[in-house]
């Protein structure tokens, strides 16, 4: 019989992973040299999100909507209302998706409007919203209109982590102070500024159109404007003159030298119901 023949197969080991081998062989006892030394890799776990279980609700309210479709206007109200299908008088929202570089600040977009027909401001439970007001002037007539006027005490909680509010308006002299909280607020969308109305000589006038409905219009991370247009019980004119008047009042806060489509695409969806694609151009103010 012939010699066996051994057949060795070499395998690529990263460069890295090579160097470490053969560190820990040179420090292995005599004897043990020459072995072969098994390194363990921390591999990143990809997360798996768990499918969505959807409603039978849903399901019926998805089955109303061509998904190849983009809708005009009022074909997207007409349905959008039909989905709307919850025991409550459940909001519209309109999620508009803009031509902007989100890693660009001057790309940020930050603008208030009162619309035509306003909505009371409420949180997500139904409860309306707190405002905190930081100003030396009219504290009394404040107090009046529903909100609290903030203090060197408030600032103390807030550096805490207590904020349990939906709005801060602060007039000029106080925004030195509310620097140092800057790094809480501002993640929370909170931080009072001068384009949203929330910093101002008038706090009492600011607060009074807050109380009636003015809303924030700001640009999310990638980047999108969330807007609420109204109600589900409103009328199908109601729900159109608010769109408009929102993508009237994006289009006015157009960064200054962006000559690109600033509209890139709209939706409109109501609360826990599937989302309707909107063709800009049909809004009319697009």
Do not use: C
């Not at 640009?219 to 109204?230: R, S």
């Amino acid at each position: 019989m012939g010699q066996t023949r051994t057949k060795v197969i070499e395998t690529a080991i990263e460069p890295e992973k090579q160097k470490k081998i053969e560190v820990l062989e040179k420090n292995l006892p005599a004897g043990r040299q020459g072995q072969t030394v098994a390194i363990e890799t921390k591999e990143k776990k990809k997360k798996i999100r768990p499918q969505k279980v959807r409603s039978s609700r849903y399901k019926q309210s998805l089955s109303l909507i061509d998904k190849s479709k983009d809708y005009s206007l009022g074909e997207a109200i007409d349905v959008i209302q039909k989905t709307a299908t919850t025991k409550f008088d459940g909001s519209v929202e309109a999620h508009i998706n803009l031509g902007l570089s989100a890693d660009k600040q001057e790309h940020q977009i930050r603008t208030s409007i009162i619309l035509p027909h306003p909505t009371s401001p409420k949180a997500s439970r139904g409860k309306s919203i707190k405002i905190l007001v930081f100003t030396d002037k009219n504290k009394e007539a404040i107090k009046k209109l529903g909100a609290e006027v903030g203090s060197e005490a408030t600032l103390k909680e807030i550096e805490a982590g207590k904020v349990g509010f939906g709005k801060i308006i602060a007039d000029p002299t106080w925004m030195p102070r509310l620097a140092k909280v800057a790094k809480i607020l501002g993640p929370k969308g909170l931080m009072p500024n001068p384009k949203s109305g929330t910093t101002t000589d008038d706090p009492a006038s600011a607060l009074k159109e807050f109380s009636k409905g003015k809303m924030e219009l700001r640009t999310e991370k990638y980047p999108i404007i969330h807007a609420q247009i109204g109600k589900s019980s409103f009328t199908p004119k109601q729900l159109q003159e608010n769109l408009q008047a929102v993508i009237s009042a994006v289009t006015t806060a157009r960064p200054e030298g962006f000559k690109k489509g600033l509209i890139k695409s709209v939706y409109l969806s109501s609360t826990m119901g599937p989302s309707v694609k909107v063709v800009p151009a049909s809004i009319g103010q697009a």
